[in-house]
């Protein structure tokens, strides 16, 4: 069972930035394509970005485009999502998500989940 470990969350004032990070416990057949949804107090979760391990364009939220950044670290088996230009509608709860393919992310479908990450971004 693949286990994702988020870390990196925290507080910031609008304009700020912070990375969050997720470690896989190993990369296996099963995960392919890893990123980040958020989910904020009586809203949906929402997807805001993703990378395929195997190389490719990562995908962004249009919100978050400009000004957030998906990266990894395969020696690591580490994604880090740089966020800049926080603003207030950023604050949710951050969840490192892993799939096999990138529709099964995008559906939410046979993923791995972390426990989430709290980022909090005050105006």
């Known amino acids: 069972q693949v286990q994702l470990v988020e870390s990196g969350g925290g507080s910031v004032q609008a304009g700020g930035s912070l990375r969050v990070s997720c470690a896989a416990s190993e990369y296996t057949e099963s995960i392919n394509c890893m990123g980040w949804y958020r989910q904020a107090p009586g809203k949906e979760r929402e997807g805001v970005a993703a990378i395929y391990l195997g190389g490719g364009v990562p995908y962004y939220t249009d919100s978050v485009k400009g000004r957030f950044t998906i990266s990894q670290d395969n020696a690591k088996n580490t994604v880090y999502l740089q966020m800049n230009s926080l603003k207030p509608e950023d604050t949710a709860m951050y969840y490192c998500?892993?799939?096999?393919?990138?529709?099964?992310?995008?559906?939410?479908?046979?993923?791995?989940w972390g426990l989430g990450t709290q980022v909090t971004v005050s105006s």
């Open positions: 998500v892993a799939s096999r393919t990138v529709r099964a992310w995008l559906n939410q479908e046979q993923s791995y």
